[in-house]
């Protein structure tokens, strides 16, 4: 039995209304000299990407989520653009959908610090330093489906002009 394909349309559609309409951006700090981020000097625009193999080679190329179907991997990609006069230090925060489960170990970039969240975006840390709240009051290590927001900081403001792009991976529920 096959499992029932899930159109792009859905899990993409859901994934970049949730990047775009609440993607949050920290305003830079005097003491470093960098300006304050906001929306309309940061420009944002996620997508939802998946491997496919090659036929006959080692290789990999990366598409656009085409159908999915549960336990398929993607690959969910934030770029920004600062297109604002001044550096901008930037720090992107971002609900993960409740159909996808994140990949750990996935989120890491050169220069960005990738933090989870266990309890709606409260509280964020290393995965591995997380502890989820279960049956009210009791906790235990947090895994993966417990994930409930990502957040990248960025270490370097960001130039005017510049970008680049953060990305993790899931799997469908």
Request: glycine share 10%; with cysteine; charged share 15%.
């Amino acid at each position: 039995m096959n499992p029932k394909p899930v159109l792009r349309g859905r899990i993409c559609s859901g994934l970049l209304a949730v990047a775009m309409a609440l993607i949050v951006i920290d305003a830079g700090s005097s003491t470093t000299g960098t300006a304050p981020a906001t929306a309309k000097s940061i420009r944002l625009q996620a997508e939802v990407l998946q491997e496919t193999l090659v036929a006959g080679a080692q290789v990999a190329t990366l598409g656009p989520a085409e159908r999915l179907a549960p336990g398929d991997e993607v690959i969910y990609r934030v770029s920004y653009t600062n297109s604002g006069p001044e550096p901008a230090q930037v720090v992107i925060t971002n609900p993960l959908p409740p159909g996808l489960v994140y990949q750990a170990g996935s989120g890491t970039a050169l220069g960005v610090l990738l933090e989870v969240s266990v309890d709606g975006g409260k509280q964020f840390g290393a995965f591995e330093r997380l502890r989820a709240t279960v049956h009210g009051d009791m906790t235990r290590a947090a895994v993966a489906t417990d994930i409930t927001h990502v957040r990248w900081v960025l270490e370097q403001p960001v130039a005017p002009g510049a970008g680049g792009a953060v990305s993790l991976r899931a799997r469908i529920r």
